[in-house]
């Protein structure tokens, strides 16, 4: 407390837990000078001191295992950098099964977890047993198990990267408040502290529970809720010791390891109980919440059945503390879209320990290099949207993602918290229609239709509809298992009429740009990867690129007049793409992005006979000739002034009309009213069409990580293009060198294959790759997904058609196809008819 304090830095970090003095220690040991870490109390003294330990690397997403599996090489060379120890042991981690859908869960999690790169098996309960001999596995089906995950202390990790921070020149100032912050022209100045104020490029928040808060203070949105996970620790059992693996029992939302020659038991309950509110107390150091036995004890009773010691041994100590949750399970991380300089690290769902060096990591990158060290979109902070800034919005919502901590995650599934949200201009009609909805980005969009009188429930075997009566004013519902969905039969109807006649799809959600100014064309020609200067009426499909290449936005834009562009991106990239475009446009640009997406609705015309039905309704010349594919024109249906975009994301006839949202009752009602019969389809429909084509879908399929080039989108780029867009240097020496990796269509004509993404994709018998995402091509009768594959030799078609190819799905090998052309009209003949 002698020491002077500092009246500037170059980078500030809020938080002295595991994720501050990781991303301290990173920042540092990549020789960044000026870090000052910040703790309001003492290190630890937050979340992080009652953390269970339990150090499990599987995720959903190869970036996100891979900042797992830091943990595991990092932790035990820490030890050796600073001498403070971490409590490391790699003991091994289980999940049992108890029922036969947690069993397919988990055969396709090992089949995900071989494609990212980590050994997983399925043993057997006595295999199980063998290796946790306090377990009773007369009920079990299985077991998931990975050797390599482990246990550590985490005031002790802590401690070490607190320790590895200072050795190489960080500072860490205890007992000192963060009170606000300067923010200027959006743009972060000072961190102002009980102590005085400190100037600085950036600072990042890393302060768990108080997180929310203390985004609040700069006028930044950090979308997380404090919550309370209890877990208790035994009194020492004989045979206990301390290479005893991780035992989760998922079906009984518990956690049990060895703590001190005890059991440490924690729960994660489906109903759990929040913290009151967004604001957690100053005053609470080293704090724990009353015990709750009558809300942790009923759950308790089925695990005695299933580790039977623990009915009789003495309970040592309950820890009942509180930890931050977001509602889909993935941290927050990144830039805040609010305020420039002002980064988060937060919400980390129970898990930090787990991820906590590689999440310092990759935001210590972040920080230095001004963009992630690699794909990191499913935890980026942009992903979330302006309703977020409601605590009633994140509370319940962060909630429900608590509690699906240990549910089976099936596919499709959508959350329902929070609900209704957005809705478009046609919702009740739609819903009058038969449709189920699904949610993004807090819209209501329609994901299928039920046709009048069938169950709103049960599972559709292959193209069979379920039997059944819906009573009435029962509204249709997804099925949620591993076989072929409820859903499916009606999809398909939806695809077929798609490519047979005309489908009509609200597609609202859709985020919507204007992008208006003087030097609006310059800008664009920097910013995106293909051509932009075109003459007002014409679309351009295009990418936008970071300085390696990687592939940030995936969008068309509009030419609507000589300074004024129309942009569309996906429902969920609102945030992200203007964040992107905004960064980039420079700040003395004469240029100003408006989000439109509320303002305008839009409907998508889609299939063989979409002509016929505009030259019925609408006003106005739709020939061939006169409006040909990727141009645009302003139209009139039912008297409403409407943009007609002819372009597609289906691969068929049609056009994208674009309209104020009160025309849209109007101008649906004109289009169902054609003689020619349009069928409403939802987006279960789309994803199966846009795959047949081979489309790709940013955040799925293609990513930052990846190229145009790599991703098979070389004929968007414009390098003949006068103006020098962001990674094209990157992209001529990639393709002077040749790739490494390439996305392609694989396809299954096997009936039994179900592709969902993340199966593992083999060539000659050898791993090359993974699934991005896959579902049935109803059209050309088969399984279709789009894959990666990788080469460190190169990936060209010659390699590419010589393999013989397997894709392993939930543990089963089926032979696949490898097609470098899209199934479906890969001459796009239909499209531009």
């Known amino acids: 407390m002698n020491e002077r304090f500092p009246q500037e ?17 990173h920042l540092a040991r990549e020789g960044a000078s000026d870090v000052v870490l910040l703790e309001r109390a003492k290190l630890t003294s937050g979340s992080t001191w ?18 797992a599996s830091y943990a595991v090489e990092i932790i035990p060379k820490l030890e050796e950098e600073t001498g403070q120890a971490t409590g490391w042991r790699q003991t091994g981690g289980m999940r ?9 869960e988990y055969e396709r999690t090992i089949t995900a977890a071989r494609s990212f790169g980590l050994e997983m098996e399925l043993i057997s309960p006595r295999e199980a047993q063998e290796k946790f001999p306090f377990m009773n596995v007369d009920d079990l089906d299985s077991a998931l198990w990975v050797p390599s995950d482990g246990l550590v202390s985490p005031s002790d990790v802590t401690m070490a990267l607190a320790k590895g921070a200072r050795k190489n020149g960080a500072r860490i100032i205890e007992e000192t408040t963060v009170e606000g912050f300067v923010v200027k022209r959006g743009r972060l100045e000072a961190v102002v502290t009980n102590r005085g104020t400190i100037r600085c490029e950036s600072a990042a928040i890393c302060a768990g529970i108080w997180s929310r808060r203390l985004g609040r203070l700069a006028g930044a949105a950090i979308p997380i809720w404090p919550s309370r996970h209890c877990y208790m620790i035994t009194e020492p059992i004989e045979g206990v010791t301390p290479d005893l693996p991780v035992m989760r029992d998922p079906d009984l939302w518990h956690y049990v390891r060895e703590e001190v020659g005890g059991l440490m038991v924690g729960q994660y309950d489906p109903d759990p109980v929040p913290f009151e509110s967004s604001t957690v107390p100053d005053d609470y150091v080293f704090h724990l919440e009353p015990e709750d036995l009558d809300h942790f004890l009923p759950r308790m009773l089925p695990l005695i059945k299933r580790v039977p010691v623990l009915e009789t041994v003495g309970v040592k100590s309950w820890i009942h503390g509180l930890e931050a949750f977001t509602e889909d399970q993935n941290p927050v991380l ?16 129970a898990y930090g320990i787990s991820v906590g060096p590689g999440f310092g990591m990759a935001l210590g990158q972040w920080m230095l290099n001004g963009e992630p060290p690699f794909d990191l979109w499913q935890t980026d902070i942009r992903r979330f949207a302006p309703y977020h800034g409601s605590d009633a919005q994140v509370r319940t919502r962060a909630l429900e993602g608590q509690g699906h901590h240990y549910r089976i995650h099936f596919p499709f599934e959508e959350m329902t918290a929070g609900r209704p949200l957005r809705r478009s201009a046609l919702h009740e009609r739609l819903r009058a229609g038969g449709a189920c909805f699904g949610t993004k980005y807090g819209w209501e969009r329609p994901n299928w239709f039920a046709p009048e009188g069938v169950a709103p429930k049960g599972v559709a075997p292959k193209d069979v509809a379920p039997k059944g009566v819906a009573p009435k004013g029962v509204a249709p519902k997804d099925a949620y298992g591993f076989a072929r969905p409820n859903w499916f039969a009606y999809a398909a109807e939806e695809h077929r009429a798609c490519r047979e006649g005309v489908a009509l799809f609200d597609m609202s959600s859709f985020s919507k740009f ?12 920097h910013i995106a990867a293909g051509d932009v200067a075109k003459p007002p009426g014409r679309i351009i499909y295009t990418q936008m690129l970071n300085a390696k290449g990687g592939i940030e936005c995936d969008l068309t834009v509009a030419r609507l007049s000589e300074e004024a562009f129309y942009i569309v991106t996906g429902t969920a990239f609102a945030n992200h793409d203007a964040e992107h475009i905004r960064r980039h446009m420079g700040q003395d640009a004469r240029a100003q992005l408006l989000d439109m997406t509320s303002a305008f609705g839009a409907l998508a ?3 063989p006979f979409a002509r016929d039905v505009l030259r019925e309704v609408a006003e106005g010349d ?4 006169v409006f040909p594919f990727g141009h645009l024109r302003e139209i009139h249906i039912a008297g409403a002034p409407v943009r007609a975009m002819r372009i597609t994301f289906v691969g068929e006839l049609g056009w994208e009309l674009h309209l104020s949202s009160e025309y849209m009752p109007t101008v649906y009602d004109a289009l169902k009213r054609a003689s020619i019969g349009i069928k409403d389809a939802g987006y279960r429909a789309i994803d199966s069409l846009r795959l047949e084509k081979g489309y790709r879908v940013w955040g799925v399929d293609i990513g930052p990580d990846d190229t145009p080039l790599e991703a098979g989108l070389g004929f968007a780029l414009a390098f003949k293009k006068p103006v020098d867009f962001i990674g094209k240097a990157a992209l001529v020496k990639q393709r002077a060198e040749g790739l490494k990796k390439r996305l392609v269509t694989f396809s299954v004509k096997d009936p039994e294959a179900f592709l969902l993404g993340r199966e593992t994709v083999y060539r000659d018998g050898v791993k090359v790759g993974w699934i991005t995402s896959g579902n049935r091509g109803v059209t050309v009768g088969r399984e279709i997904g789009l894959g990666w594959v990788r080469n460190e030799r190169g990936v060209g078609d010659d390699f590419l058609q010589s393999g013989r190819y397997e894709l392993e799905i939930a543990l089963a090998r089926y032979p696949a196809a490898l097609h470098l052309a899209p199934l479906y009209d890969p001459g796009n003949a239909r499209v531009r008819s």
Do not use: W
Request: with cysteine; aromatic share 8%.
């Open 96 to 104: 049992v099964a108890s029922t036969k859908e947690r069993r397919a």
């Open 50 to 67: 009652h953390a269970a330990g339990a150090v499990a690397q599987y995720r959903p997403n190869v970036n996100l295992m891979r900042l």
């Open 334 to 349: 990144g830039l805040t879209p609010e305020v420039e300089g002002l980064y988060t690290a937060s919400g980390f769902n």
């Open 9 to 25: 830095a170059r980078f500030v970090i809020i938080g002295g837990g595991v994720i501050g003095c990781a991303t301290a220690y």
């Open 605 to 607: 015309l889609m299939g």
């Open 514 to 525: 204007l992008l208006v100014g003087r030097d609006v064309e310059s800008v664009l020609q």
């Open 622 to 625: 739709f020939d061939n000739g």
